[in-house]
Structures are given as C-alpha cells and as structure tokens.
C-alpha cells in the first residue's frame, strides 16, 4: 500500500524540529532514515499529518569517545557502526549486532536513533542498548533528558519519549579490556527480525563471570535484561548452576505468540542461547552438550 | 503544506526539477513520473527487495524514501546502469546461467549484486548470499543466481591489470 497524505517538513535545527514538534505534538512524526517509519505508514498502522524530516542535520550524525565514554548521533546510520573503527574497538557488541539488522540496502539509510524510537520488540539495537548499558538523550521544549535504556523502552513500539522530545544521542561506556561478547539469534531469513535473540556482554575472570548482563529480544513486548544472569555470576557454573538460570529464564520470560513461533519455541531457543552463550564465553563447549533437552 | 514540494534531483545523470506530493515514494517517482519502469515495486514496506536504487552511489529501498528526500541526490537506476554498460557482464552472465525466468526480481538483484562487486571484487558464495540476502526470488532458488554473480567476479577479477 501507500502512505496516506500528510504535510512534509524539513527541520532546519534541533531547535526548529522541537519547535515544530511542539506545534504538532502527537500528530507528528519524525522521519530519520525511515526504515521503521515508512513502512509502518505505507501498510498504515500510522497516519501522521506532519512527517519532520531531521535527515539533513549533520549536529545529529557521528561517533566520538571522551572520557571513556561513546558517544553515538542519532542519525549515524547502521551502515556507519557496521565500518566504524571506534564501535569494533569499544563496542564489538554493537558491531556484531549490526550485520543482524535487515540487509545492505537498508542499513544504508536506516538511523540508531530511528531503530531506538521505534522500540520494535524483535529489533536488535534495542536489546544491545540494555547489555551495554546505555544512556539514551532527548531533548524537548524543556531541555535534556537522560533516560537509563532500561526504563526508555515501555512496550511494543512504545517508550519514554514523549510526542514532543527528539531522540538526539546514545551514550555507552566503552567496553573495559576484559570484557567479552555473544551475539546471535535465530531468523527465518538472513536479516529478518528475530524469533527469538540475545544480546550479551561480561567479564569473565578466572573462568567466572565477574559479570553478565543479557539483553534477550523478540520474547515480549520488549527487549528484557534477564535476572538469569545473576544465577551464574561469582560463581562457578556447574551443570547444575546452568540448569537453574535456564529455568529462571523460563519463568520470567513472556514471549507471544505470532505467525513464527508459540511461546513454548521461544522459551526453547532462549534457553538454547543462553546455554551457547554461556559455553563460548566461558570456553566451556561441553556445557552446550545436552544442556537443553 | 500537503501541497507539492519542488524538488531538484540527478537521475542517471540528467537534472530534473519537478514538484512532487509528499506522500510519493521514490519508486513511484521514477515509475510513474518519469516512466523509468525497471524499478519494480512488490512489496511496498521494504522486505521483497524489487525496489533496489542507488542514491549517492548507495543502494536503498525506493520504496521506504520519499521523492522528497532525493531532493539534491543522484539516482541511478537499472536503465543508467544497464546503457551505461557497467553491468553488462553481469547481465550476460544472467542470461547464462538461467539466473531469471519471470524476471521481476532481476533488477534489483542486478544492482545489489555490483553493489557487492563493487564493496569485494571476489567474494565467496556465503558473502554473495548474505549480500543478495534481502532480495527476494521467487523462480529460481538463487543457485543460479549466485552462480551468475560468482561467475561474473572471477571474469572480472582475470581481465583485472
């Protein structure tokens, strides 16, 4: 289908898009790369009368470090953390996860802060923000916000940004020497949105985890930063201790049910990424043997 | 401010300035106001791939861009390239290789293709599939297709100084 009408508007500055927001509020929408906004509109599950295009404002676009901090614009498309030297060396995570997210051609245009606004449960970026911990900034007609990626996203296609705020940035602390990562998820189609995902970052020291956090996507209304994790932190994963954050997962996961999968299969291939993920980062390969029946 | 937007755009390398609505998708665009029909539209929310355009010499969905954000790009299409002739190998090995059979999804796998080539003069088998990953086919099963543009590196890579 096509998009209904509605009346176009290029944002000249951050000031100009917030103003022009605040005229239009809920009945607006902002357009960065439109790799989640036009599709939404063209199958109409939205109809905006405004569309506010920032995709010409370089302030919003680029990677810096500074004190140990990444800072990433909201516009840099998927396309420039794939081939930034600074996301493979302070945030592998992200680099990984980004040759997940749909195909070349739309990660050419497709935006960090576009995917993060949009807040589609099965979408990647959302679940690496809560792994690594990041802080996403907004800022609307009164100032900033810093909002903690755990209580940005709300629900499906939901978040804490209200109708009036602009995504502008994402903070991440830069990944610590000893830290490691595990990407994967299963997907009918190389790109496709996720059945079922996990984003995971750790420090493992002595063959321990000193820390895990994992960010699982496409099992609920919303990525989810699992509690499981604490099962196998400090201390020494047994079987045993394996088997008891699978089934701690289980319990606090609540995956729907679509046309791809029950909740039953994506209970299964959490505890099925769980258990890889936990094997490759502790170079253990004889936990993933068996350890889900 | 439904109203038209003037735009000014390169589309394989002749200027065009124009007025579109907003609501005009770029694949529309090149379809219907400038009958450049190689640019096929399946889908219309960016999973079947048919819609594959260059925009600043990068490939992008036409049908998730509106005509009004090409305003200052360069488009090129299947027709520049296929005049141009810098795909004629490509095409060649194509035909072949049987990489078609209803051809609906032959031009944008044809410029998802070079735009591989392009990035990985002499990718593997798993590169070329990933890379040709969100172009759907429904005739052939991509085998041959991958054969084509494999086939096509290798020429190339040979006639290469």
């Known amino acids: ?293 | 401010m439904t109203a038209p937007i003037s735009i000014s755009l390169d589309v394989n390398g002749e200027r065009v300035d124009t007025s579109v609505l907003p609501r005009l998708n770029l694949a529309d665009f090149l379809r219907e106001h400038l009958k450049l029909t190689g640019t096929h539209v399946g889908c219309e929310h960016g999973v079947c791939g048919a819609c594959t355009v260059r925009v600043n010499g990068e490939i992008v969905r036409a049908c998730l861009m509106l005509a009004v954000q090409a305003d200052d790009a360069s488009i090129e299409t299947i027709e520049g390239l296929s005049d141009s002739g810098e795909i004629a190998d490509l095409q060649a090995a194509f035909r072949d290789r049987n990489a078609l059979q209803c051809g609906f999804c032959t031009p944008a796998m044809l410029m998802a293709a070079q735009d591989l080539l392009k990035q990985n003069a002499v990718p593997d088998r798993e590169e070329i599939r990933e890379h040709l990953s969100g172009n759907y086919c429904r005739c052939t099963g991509y085998q041959a297709i991958v054969d084509a543009v494999e086939a096509t590196a290798r020429a190339r890579a040979r006639r290469a100084p």
Request: charge should be negative.
């Open chain 1, 1 to 293: 289908m096509k998009a209904s009408a509605f009346a176009y508007a290029r944002a000249t500055s951050v000031e100009n898009a917030l103003e022009l927001l605040a005229d239009q509020g809920d009945l607006a929408k902002i357009l960065s790369g439109g790799q989640s906004l036009m599709p939404a509109m063209n199958l109409r599950l939205i109809s905006p009368e405004l569309v506010i295009d920032i995709g010409g404002l370089a302030e919003l676009r680029g990677i810096g470090v500074k004190d140990g901090i990444l800072i990433i614009g909201a516009l840099t498309r998927h396309v420039d953390l794939l081939k930034s030297p600074e996301i493979a060396a302070h945030a592998p995570l992200l680099s990984d996860a980004i040759a997940h997210v749909a195909h070349p051609a739309i990660r050419n245009r497709g935006t960090i802060g576009g995917s993060l606004a949009h807040a589609d449960p099965a979408s990647e970026l959302p679940a690496c923000m809560l792994a690594l911990a990041a802080t996403i900034i907004v800022r609307g007609p009164g100032g900033e916000r810093r909002i903690g990626a755990k209580e940005f996203f709300t629900g499906i296609y939901e978040t804490a940004l209200s109708p009036r705020e602009l995504l502008v940035a994402v903070e991440l602390p830069v990944a610590s020497a000893s830290s490691s990562h595990f990407f994967h998820e299963f997907a009918r189609r190389h790109g496709d949105y996720a059945i079922v995902g996990l984003a995971a970052q750790a420090v493992v020291k002595d063959g321990r985890f000193a820390d895990l956090r994992l960010g699982f996507f496409a099992i609920g209304d919303r990525p989810m930063l699992a509690d499981a994790a604490g099962k196998l932190v400090d201390v020494t994963v047994t079987p045993a201790a394996l088997s008891e954050a699978l089934s701690l997962l289980a319990d606090e996961l609540d995956p729907q049910e679509d046309h791809q999968a029950t909740p039953a299969m994506r209970r299964h291939l959490a505890k099925v990424l769980l258990t890889r993920c936990v094997a490759a980062l502790l170079s253990r390969p004889e936990l993933d043997a068996g350890a889900v029946a």
